[in-house]
């Protein structure tokens, strides 16, 4: 079967057509791909889609169209979200909060632009201790014990990414379980369910070096929601703990203002996507929070190494919502694949190395 615009509509036809991409699928991917269990890109990445003509990107690009069909979801055009403060002007996007201000303006902030700065929610005494037992995680990981994600600079591999880092911190565990902390799940006004400090995959611990060559470091840009799922877990909220503070010479997070919003591919960016791109530097203990479905990536360290630790909330469920239920185990072994998917993948002509894909000029 295939897609066609017929007099202004959207037309699903039987057979193959003439020109265009074209793409095997079995029934299972498919299914998957219709119900926003599994995204365009995630097939790619996981082997699940054959090309038989066109490139991965045409397919990738391709997806907000078919989220509109079905999600209606009208597929971003430029000029169609506007960036507002709550007394109508422009809204600052370099505005910074303390964690207690006002709930109704940060919340306000999220909401219009989905992501946050919040300054100094952390002691740099407690970011210290929280490196050291980082420090430990990463001299205990392995290559493939599944607990890990690696990447490679000129002196080697090196662990990238400790999963579950919650469970080799007690001072994480504390920070987590703190007020300070919790208070960032109450800033909007949708049931926010933190991932619990005490037990699984709650934090992950990253250690971003200088000059990686391969494997999982510097990501360019992406929703979180860019495997699937966002028409069924969005939106959550990302919290970026900053053990070391970030710039633009040590891998600072940069996102897209306002692309939360938007139906947009969800991996890569369109040289029209008409919004701005904002760098977010953060000083030790400083705090930044993004929606899952907000654009966003990290800048290749230049010149100092960053670490960095990453946790969230996620929408409580509702009445009647059917959740999947995996065990530890399984959910250890999905994340830990990422690893693998994405060394795979990384080979590909251009994939996050060209130097635009880091630019935050706006």
């Known amino acids: 079967m295939h897609l066609i615009v017929d007099d202004g509509r959207l037309v699903l036809r039987d057979g193959g057509c003439d020109d265009g991409p074209v793409v095997a699928l079995d029934a299972g991917a498919c299914s998957e791909l219709l119900q926003d269990v599994t995204s365009a890109f995630g097939l790619l990445m996981a082997g699940r889609a054959r090309l038989h003509r066109g490139s991965d990107d045409q397919f990738v690009t391709w997806e907000p169209v078919l989220r509109a069909v079905l999600d209606d979801r009208p597929v971003h055009e430029p000029g169609s979200i506007e960036l507002r403060a709550a007394d109508g002007g422009p809204l600052d996007l370099d505005t910074t909060f303390r964690i207690d201000d006002l709930k109704e303006e940060i919340g306000y902030f999220l909401a ?85 400090p005490e037990e699984g995959d709650s934090a992950e611990g990253l250690w971003k070096k200088v000059g990686v060559v391969e494997g999982i470091s510097d990501v360019s840009w992406h929703k979180d929601c860019s495997m699937g799922g966002h028409s069924r877990s969005c939106c959550g909220i990302v919290v970026g703990i900053s053990v070391t503070g970030a710039d633009e010479r040590s891998g600072e ?71 999947e239920r995996l065990d530890p185990e399984e959910i250890r072994s999905r994340r830990a694949a990422l690893n693998d998917q994405v060394r795979t993948v990384e080979h590909k002509e251009g994939f996050g190395r060209r130097p635009e894909t880091f630019s935050l000029e706006r």
């Open 112 to 196: 219009e632009a989905g992501y946050l700065h919040l300054d100094g929610v952390f002691s740099e005494p407690e970011m210290v201790a929280v490196s050291a037992e980082l420090d430990g995680a990463l001299a205990a990981a392995e290559r493939d014990d599944g607990a890990s994600w690696w990447a490679r600079t000129a002196d080697g591999w090196y662990p990238s990414r400790i999963l579950g880092f919650n469970l080799a911190s007690p001072t994480l565990r504390e920070l987590l379980a703190s007020d300070r902390f919790r208070a960032i799940g109450e800033l909007t006004d949708d049931a926010m369910v933190q991932r619990p």
């Open 253 to 323: 997070l940069g996102v897209i203002a306002g692309s939360h919003r938007a139906n947009v591919q969800a991996i890569d960016v369109r040289s029209d996507l008409d919004l701005p791109r904002v760098p977010l530097p953060t000083r030790t203990g400083d705090v930044t929070v993004h929606c899952t479905c907000t654009l966003h990536m990290s800048r290749p360290p230049v010149d100092r190494e960053r670490r960095v630790v990453y946790t969230g909330f996620g929408l409580a469920p509702r009445p009647g919502d059917v959740q």
